[in-house]
């Protein structure tokens, strides 16, 4: 479930925002998802599809919105559970559909009993727009809705012309955060930084993996009782040179790092940070060394990440920074960082993106890529920054000093027209700092 915090008023904007980039005649149709089963009689928390959520702001499973204009004005139409006391026993009140109406600001509700509605409410539109080819049973709904509409619309000349994927449109709608977003997103942050700062707490000699991972997500639940974003990452020693290590049952040991990355999920916003420290307090010489080249191309790489640069910019000049770290420090012999950046040979080192969109998706949604061209970092845009070093430990091509160590740094950073505004530097993250925090544990 997630948290509602904006006002219904925030959602209704949306909705007229989508209409004002889509044609004449256009209607658009919405899924908040299912239940998922984990076992038996036992179910996955639910969290509504993000693109529902974006524009209804609706928390229940296995509702369908209907988006259309009327008289002028967007009209918002809702599909949804019947009230049910019986049921309401077992899980918890449901909105029902006067609920959707006064609650959530829906214009008119109905029963999931009533969606054969839907066909009349296509039959007099011209172009249908859906979250298309993530769900082939919805797809599939979808079609059928669009037949049952051209039979009738065909008797007066006015089928449907088109069918097209919402995502395209939607998706640099939720590119580019307000003001209220930009608030979620900072309380996202804060709260994941706190929770590093307590697996750090914990992350000591003798304990698990497991442990510090207890310690992060049960700060997050402190903080209005926020899930995870994400699965947690918390890898020691070499298993941080996996980089979606997700087992978290190995033991901490002393003389060892531990890599995390994880985030919280605040009112449907995700925060995302990556930190990786000493399990005994101390960095060896090599660990700081290899750390100090990660943080150098991080800090960088924040400093450029202004409007104005291209994704494509921003990743080849951390990668390079990383690159002549290694040939700096003598793990591979001599050479040129950006033949090995432009060649790919980097990524024996550095396999993966400097960074990625985020929002109500720990992997936003929002092209990469426009007209062929890596796209331009404008305001309101929110990244992280997150290069790393992974130095595998059957790499027999460098010492045997060096294999075995993983490292990432990761922090979120809104896109302004001046400056980049940080929404995580509550963590620790120089090696002074966290020396120090960690000094300060029992």
């Given at each position: 479930m997630i948290q509602t915090v904006l006002p219904q008023s925030t959602f209704a904007k949306r909705r007229e925002q989508l209409f004002s980039r889509l044609p004449e005649g256009a209607v658009v149709i919405l899924y908040s998802g299912d239940l998922v089963m984990r076992n038996r009689g036992t179910e996955y928390p639910f969290r509504p599809d993000s693109y529902f959520w974006y524009f209804t702001g609706f928390p229940e499973p296995e509702t369908t919105?209907?988006?259309?204009?009327?008289?002028?004005?967007?009209?918002?139409?809702?599909?949804?559970?019947?009230?049910?006391?019986?049921?309401?026993?077992?899980?918890?009140?449901?909105?029902?559909?006067?609920?959707?109406?006064?609650?959530?600001?829906?214009?008119?509700?109905?029963?999931?009993?009533?969606?054969?509605?839907?066909?009349g409410l296509l039959a007099a539109s011209h172009h249908i727009y859906a979250v298309l080819g993530e769900k082939a049973e919805h797809d599939q709904e979808v079609m059928q809705f669009i037949r049952s509409a051209n039979q009738l619309a065909g008797k007066a000349g006015t089928e449907i012309e088109d069918l097209k994927d919402l995502r395209r449109i939607a998706g640099e709608m939720r590119m580019f955060k307000s003001i209220e977003e930009q608030n979620l997103l900072h309380e996202a942050g804060r709260i994941t930084a706190a929770g590093h700062r307590a697996a750090m707490r914990a992350a000591q000699a003798g304990a698990y993996e497991y442990t510090a991972q207890a310690a992060m997500e049960a700060e997050f639940r402190r903080y209005h009782g926020c899930h995870w974003s994400f699965p947690s990452i918390i890898a020691a020693g070499s298993n941080a040179c996996c980089l979606h290590?997700?087992?978290?049952?190995?033991?901490?040991?002393?003389?060892?790092?531990?890599?995390?990355?994880?985030?919280?999920e605040y009112a449907g916003y995700a925060g995302d940070i990556s930190r990786t420290i000493p399990i005994n307090g101390k960095f060896t010489r090599n660990q700081q060394a290899l750390y100090e080249v990660v943080l150098n191309a991080q800090l960088n790489a924040i400093h450029s990440a202004r409007a104005g640069i291209t994704h494509d910019e921003l990743h080849r000049q951390a990668s390079i920074d990383l690159m002549q770290g290694i040939f700096d420090l003598g793990i591979v012999d001599g050479g040129d960082a950006a033949e090995w950046v432009d060649s790919g040979k980097v990524k024996r080192f550095y396999p993966h993106s400097t960074g990625h969109w985020l929002g109500l998706d720990v992997h936003d949604v929002g092209a990469y890529y426009v007209n062929g061209q890596s796209r331009t970092y404008q305001p309101d845009m929110v990244i992280t920054i997150e290069p790393g070093l992974y130095l595998q430990p059957d790499d027999l091509g460098i010492d045997e000093s060096w294999r075995g160590i993983g490292i990432r740094i990761e922090d979120d950073i809104i896109i302004t027209k001046g400056d980049p505004e940080i929404t995580t530097s509550d963590a620790p993250k120089t090696v002074r700092e966290i020396e120090e925090f960690l000094s300060g544990r029992e």
């Open positions: 919105a209907i988006l259309c204009r009327k008289a002028g004005k967007v009209h918002y139409t809702l599909f949804c559970a019947n009230r049910d006391p019986s049921r309401e026993i077992w899980t918890g009140k449901i909105v029902g559909q006067e609920g959707a109406v006064s609650d959530y600001g829906a214009d008119e509700a109905y029963p999931l009993t009533e969606k054969h509605r839907i066909t290590y997700e087992i978290n049952n190995a033991p901490l040991r002393s003389g060892d790092l531990v890599l995390f990355d994880t985030g919280a």
